[in-house]
């Protein structure tokens, strides 16, 4: 006689068979996933088999859906890049370089009114697991972008002559209203890609960008060709970019009262916003420099050299911009570092065939974007150079992140601060020396500290890998083919040739964006 088992026997029982079914099925999903890298051996560890199939996914998401935002955020990019001749036509000269020095007081003061909070805003979010403190911090930094602005509106008459704004006073207070809503805009850019809200995204950032140039072009043409009347249109296009992202974002006003989460956002945001004002240092300290050596036309030469060559930058840190969520929202320590790492080596990949196509273009850009006198057959070395420094921006932008979601705030500014110095100390040897050349060869110096410095930085150095042999190789074979070309002349037929070479890398660039996505080799 079979005697029947309790029933607790027969759920352990079921616990068992269901626990034996789920391991079955884990090793059958084991066995036919493919490899991240090749640290894949037979003794390797669950644990190291999540770690890759979650870089695999984080890989996936970098290099697929992440690109969207990187695509809408290089408009600026491209807009700028259009927009520039056609003001410079329609405008006196004059009025075209305080509109450029307005522009850039109003990106300085933007970084202090922004105050690192939508990096805050976005780790918050990450931590939390929600939205309602990060809201909170949007509704803090509307706040401070307000403060920020009004205080410089105020004290217009007490610094605007210094800074060279002699009689300009009406197009400083257009530019400071612009910095308010701007900055509000950033906040809530920040918060909808941590959301992964790509359509309100795009028409808010579309709109704050291409928008004011648009506004500003018509206002040109219909009210009067000056600085101050361009600039009402980025003032136009920011305040309703401003208006759909806070109806987007939704801040909440009781964040103004969480004063421990206030405190925590700032003591990581201030650091960050000061670093960002090295950043302006690191980037314009060598045009400064050149100005004070070689003459102002040696400064407008070096600077068409420097927008083909830096463009890689620019769309680099646009790059960051769109993958810092994705970073905060993975909260385990090795699988993040390791996704750093994979994202880093697959950035290198792509950079290979980049390179290679800007400096084989220069010569074909150059001639467009600057007339004969700038003698631009000579600043084709001095692109290439300057777009070399991308592979030290993808090392910094992957321990950057790392930094920034350990809330290493502070380490960020002071190693920025360091790079900003390194760089104005590396202009005064090598440009007197070098000429253009050694002014772009400071800016790939100054990165190159800048990446050694935060790694030095990161608390755990310990499973931290540089790129092997096969991601570096390519790369190294990429420049030399670029370094070659500078020497072949720039006639008609080697023209033709570079053209050809530029069509060349565009299927090996979309080779190695197909691989990234798929999170392998």
Request: net charge positive; proline share 5%.
């Amino acid at each position: 006689m079979t005697v029947p088992p309790s029933t607790g026997s027969v759920a352990t029982t079921r616990r068992q068979a269901r626990a034996a079914r789920e391991a079955q099925e884990l090793r059958a999903t084991r066995r036919g996933r493919s490899t991240v890298d090749a640290d894949t051996a037979p003794g390797s560890t669950s644990a190291d088999t999540d770690d890759r199939a979650t870089v695999r996914k984080g890989s996936s998401v970098l290099f697929g859906r992440g690109l969207l935002y990187v695509v809408v955020w290089s408009m600026q990019l491209v807009v700028s890049s259009l927009i520039s001749p056609v003001l410079a036509h329609l405008m006196p000269p004059a009025e075209f370089g305080v509109l450029a020095s307005a522009i850039a007081l109003y990106q300085a003061l933007g970084v202090l009114a922004v105050a690192g909070l939508d990096q805050a805003a976005v780790l918050q979010r990450a931590e939390d697991g929600d939205d309602r403190r990060a809201r909170g911090l949007l509704a803090v930094g509307m706040l401070t972008a307000t403060v920020v602005a009004l205080v410089a509106i105020g004290t217009i008459p007490l610094w605007a002559d210094a800074a060279g704004f002699v009689g300009n006073h009406p197009l400083l207070l257009v530019a400071v209203l612009w910095t308010g809503p701007a900055a509000i805009v950033q906040l809530s850019l920040a918060l909808l890609v941590a959301q992964d809200r790509i359509r309100v995204f795009a028409v808010t950032s579309l709109l704050s960008s291409v928008g004011g140039s648009i506004i500003g072009l018509v206002l040109l043409e219909l009210v009067h060709a000056d600085a101050t009347t361009y600039a009402w249109g980025g003032v136009v296009a920011q305040g309703v970019a401003m208006v759909i992202g806070i109806v987007a974002v939704r801040p909440r006003l009781s964040g103004l009262l969480d004063r421990r989460t206030t405190a925590r956002a700032f003591r990581l945001g201030v650091p960050i916003a000061l670093g960002n004002l090295s950043y302006f240092v690191l980037n314009a300290g060598d045009r400064i420099v050149v100005q004070r050596i070689l003459g102002p036309e040696e400064v407008a030469r070096y600077q068409i050299a420097y927008v083909v060559g830096s463009a890689v930058i620019l769309l680099l840190t646009f790059t960051n911009q769109a993958w810092a969520p994705h970073f905060a929202a993975l909260r385990d320590a090795a699988a993040r570092r390791r996704l750093a790492m994979h994202s880093r080596d697959e950035l290198y990949r792509m950079l290979a065939p980049v390179l290679l196509a800007v400096t084989l273009a220069s010569p074909v850009a150059l001639p467009i974007l600057a007339p004969a006198s700038y003698r631009v057959q000579e600043l084709s070395v001095v692109v290439l150079v300057v777009a070399v420094t991308a592979l030290p921006v993808v090392a910094s932008g992957a321990t950057g992140r790392l930094l920034v979601v350990e809330r290493r705030g502070v380490a960020v500014g002071v190693i920025a601060a360091v790079a900003g110095a390194v760089n104005i100390g590396a202009n005064l040897v090598l440009v007197p020396w070098l000429g253009l050349v050694g002014a772009a060869v400071s800016t790939v110096v100054a990165y190159a500290v800048l990446a050694a410095l935060q790694l030095a930085a990161l608390p755990d150095r310990r499973e931290w890998r540089g790129p092997g042999l096969r991601v570096v190789l390519p790369v190294v074979l990429a420049l030399a083919v670029a370094a070659g070309s500078l020497l072949v002349p720039q006639d008609v037929f080697w023209n033709v040739v570079r053209a050809a070479g530029v069509v060349a890398c565009l299927p090996w660039f979309v080779r190695r964006l197909r691989a990234a996505r798929g999170g392998t080799s």
